[in-house]
């Protein structure tokens, strides 16, 4: 099976819906088990700081442009990931962020201690 394949993402999906919730309190297993899904999915690199997207120009390569908008709808899944496996309480506080990296940043922040 190879990675990012739709029948990899199918049966991760299913294997996934039994990721426990985080509720605050199981922070450090949920973080391996999350970043373990989001690695599989190719999506990870959303979450890293030294990769910035850089908007396409007026002019730019098609390829260019692909890789910008494959990169949004990235944030976009990995993004909900996040909040689907955050408790209700957890989604509502961190729903309004759009960003992954900035939700990512501020669980670390909140609960790695």
Not at 39 to 45: E, K, P, V
Request: aromatic share 12%; with cysteine; charged share 25%.
């Amino acid at each position: 099976m190879q990675p990012g394949s739709s029948s990899g993402i199918k049966m991760m999906n299913q294997e996934f819906v039994k990721l426990n919730c985080f509720d605050g309190t199981n922070y450090p297993r949920w973080k391996d088990k999350m970043m373990f899904l989001i690695t599989f999915l190719t999506i990870a690199y959303v979450l890293d700081i030294n990769q910035p997207a850089a908007e396409p120009k007026e002019g730019d390569f098609d390829q260019v442009k692909a890789t910008y908008v494959k990169q949004e709808e990235d944030e976009l899944l990995c993004r909900g990931h996040i909040l689907n496996s955050l408790s209700d309480r957890l989604f509502d506080l961190y729903s309004s962020i759009k960003s992954p990296l900035e939700i990512w940043n501020a669980l670390e922040q909140k609960y790695s201690n």
